[in-house]
């Protein structure tokens, strides 16, 4: 799929393509186990771009295919990453709660999707094997070098857009919520669509429905030794369409928040 479209002038023939599926987010060895198919080109994989700007955004300019991440993994490894690569988490087992709503399964009708299934029911699926724990796995490695292993329990709840995800790690010695919300809060200094939770304060995806905008929140509890990591997103753009805008204005030169919204659409 073209990036934005080729039609317009400004675009070179010669544009990255972008996928905002999930067949350029893996290695070809991973296909048959988690999306159950044998991938059609392996040598395209190699040369694919992860698209997570503000932790990968060197590698954009001039690749010639960007790889869209999926909704779920966007807040996680943007979560998590910063929080690995400074050892205040340990880079054991990353267990991840997550929520979303109807548009996360797309317009396919049927009848778990119906009104009558969906209307005040919470239900979890396809446990453990989503599509997006290897991704997830595989963009902490890119961002860290690290690969902490995943597991992944995402559920639908009775909302039409909106994605919220809590990851649990184990907490370095010492570490408290300030320090993990300082980590984070330096990591995305100056970037303009990540909106980092003070402690105390609490993520809200209905904050970002209509935005590009991630919100995280890190908090310590002692008293488990687990660090508790939050993200929330609109999965229909920052999830999605947003992020890949935001891709194409990386690769193109054009500035990081061209034709993107920060502001929420609310109530």
């Known amino acids: 799929m073209r990036a934005l479209g080729s039609r317009h002038r400004c675009w070179k023939p010669a544009a990255p393509s972008s996928t905002s599926s999930g067949t350029s987010r893996l290695d070809a060895e991973s296909y048959p186990d988690w999306y159950g198919f044998e991938h059609p080109a392996p040598a395209w994989l190699d040369k ?57 399964a797309g317009r396919t009708a049927s009848r778990s999707s119906s009104f009558a299934s969906t209307d005040g029911s919470i239900r979890p699926y396809r446990t453990p094997g989503h599509q997006h724990t290897p991704e997830m796995e595989r963009g902490l490695e890119l961002t860290t070098g690290t690969t902490p292993r995943v597991l992944f329990v995402p559920h639908l709840v009775p909302s039409v857009r909106g994605v919220v995800t809590t990851a649990y790690a184990t907490l370095g010695h010492g570490v408290t919520t300030g320090s993990l919300t300082d980590c984070l809060a330096a990591a995305f200094a100056g970037r303009p669509f990540v909106r980092v939770q003070p402690p105390g304060g609490m993520v809200d995806a209905k904050r970002t429905r209509g935005t590009n905008v991630v919100e995280l929140q890190a908090v310590a509890d002692p008293r488990t030794g687990t660090a508790v990591v939050l993200g929330a997103l609109d999965n229909l753009i920052k999830g999605a369409a947003g992020q890949a805008i935001q891709n194409a204005n990386v690769a193109f030169g054009f500035p990081e928040g061209t034709a993107l919204p920060t502001l929420a659409v609310y109530p």
């Open 48 to 104: 694919a771009v992860y698209g997570l700007p503000e932790l990968l955004g060197e590698a954009l300019p001039g690749a010639k295919l960007v790889a869209n991440p999926g909704c779920f993994p966007t807040p996680v490894i943007l979560g998590c990453a910063p929080l690995l690569a400074a050892g205040l988490i340990e880079p054991s087992t990353i267990r991840v709660d997550g929520k979303t709503g109807l548009s996360g």
